[in-house]
């Protein structure tokens, strides 16, 4: 079988030219020295006119990287694809639907530049762009960006100058709801077997409230039913119970947290106890979220309750244990989402 010695890799071919040439060099046959390593006779011969060029020498026969394939877009046009889908959405350029796809890039892609690539290659940009498919945080379309700039930047800074004037504490309030029929989290399984987990069939729900510190502080308590002015009005008194310093309590927009009756118990303390309101829709400025993601994917949803158990019961053993842990309230305010919150 006769040898073919472009089949050969790069390297490979480069060594082969090194050695024919110096072979021919010497004094060897050209075509019996190109015959043994299955290249053309002529092939020698621009080699060789390649190596006598003034001040080249042998170098010149070291092999080149490939260019390759030229891309379709150019790095000015990639550049414009990310700021195209970085911070935005495909609704901005007509579209109707919320999240990016590869079809939608690619579609966009054509609409701006003309340039039909596959979804494949799509995704080559993407990667090379260091963009990565995420799944988003959702955020409500009410929430006001400039209000969230202003509590980070203004209003929480001048509260932490006002509670250290007052040598009074910051606590951070929400409420929240468990059920025991409830499966958070995610399992392992065989693909396409969408597994089962087993839950009590008795359904039973508890709320709790809880306020934590950046210093580690955390209270709680659980009730049952809806929050109301009257319910809130006394779960501040059990917060407020034998609390020697004044209290500044940042809580969100409830209606019951501005119900009539506390503000008339915020007033009836004289300056004890003082509510702020956080930004609307922006849950996320507040870490006791993050308290309530903490334990709803650890508690419940990692052990089932047992026949006989009480969710109430279990709920408060587990808020109890995280009030038992001062490092671990103090971590759910190294999330970025709090980072603003400086006075830990």
């Not at 020698?44 to 001040?55: D, E, F, S």
């Amino acid at each position: 079988m006769k040898r073919d010695g472009r089949s050969h890799d790069r390297k490979t071919q480069e060594a082969i030219r090194l050695m024919a040439v110096e072979r021919i060099l010497e004094g060897e046959d050209v075509a019996s020295v190109m015959e043994s390593y299955g290249f053309c006779r002529t092939t020698a011969y621009k080699w060789l006119a390649k190596v006598r060029g003034r001040g080249r020498g042998k170098r010149v026969l070291a092999a080149r990287k490939g260019t390759g394939r030229p891309p379709k877009l150019t790095a000015s046009q990639k550049r414009q694809v990310f700021r195209w889908i970085n911070g935005k959405n495909p609704l901005q350029y007509g579209f109707d639907f919320g999240l990016w796809t590869r079809a939608i890039v690619r579609e966009l892609i054509f609409k701006k530049f003309g340039v039909r690539l596959s979804i494949t290659s799509v995704g080559s940009v993407l990667a090379e762009l260091n963009l990565t498919p995420q799944k988003p945080l959702a955020r409500a379309y009410q929430r006001d960006p400039d209000a969230v700039k202003r509590w980070c930047r203004e209003t929480y800074p001048a509260l932490v100058s006002r509670a250290k004037k007052d040598k009074a504490e910051i606590y951070f309030w929400d409420e929240s709801g468990f059920r025991a029929d409830a499966v958070h989290g995610k399992t392992w399984a065989e693909r396409g077997k969408t597994p089962v987990v087993s839950r009590p069939g008795q359904r039973q729900g508890v709320s709790a409230a809880s306020a934590v510190n950046a210093k580690g502080a955390f209270w709680f308590a659980t009730y049952r039913g809806g929050l109301c002015g009257e319910l809130f009005v006394e779960l501040l008194k059990g917060l407020m119970h034998r609390r020697r310093k004044p209290l500044h309590l940042v809580v969100d927009g409830l209606p019951a947290h501005k119900h009539k009756v506390v503000k008339d118990y915020v007033a009836s303390t004289k300056g004890r106890l003082t509510l702020h309101f956080l930004p609307g829709y922006a849950p996320d400025l507040n870490p006791d979220e993050l308290v309530w993601s903490h334990a709803k994917r650890t508690g419940v949803a990692r052990r089932p309750l047992h026949k006989g158990e009480k969710l109430e019961q279990r709920v408060h053993d587990q808020l109890q244990a995280i009030a038992d842990n001062p490092k671990l309230v103090r971590s759910f305010f190294k999330h970025p989402s709090v980072a603003y919150i400086t006075d830990c």
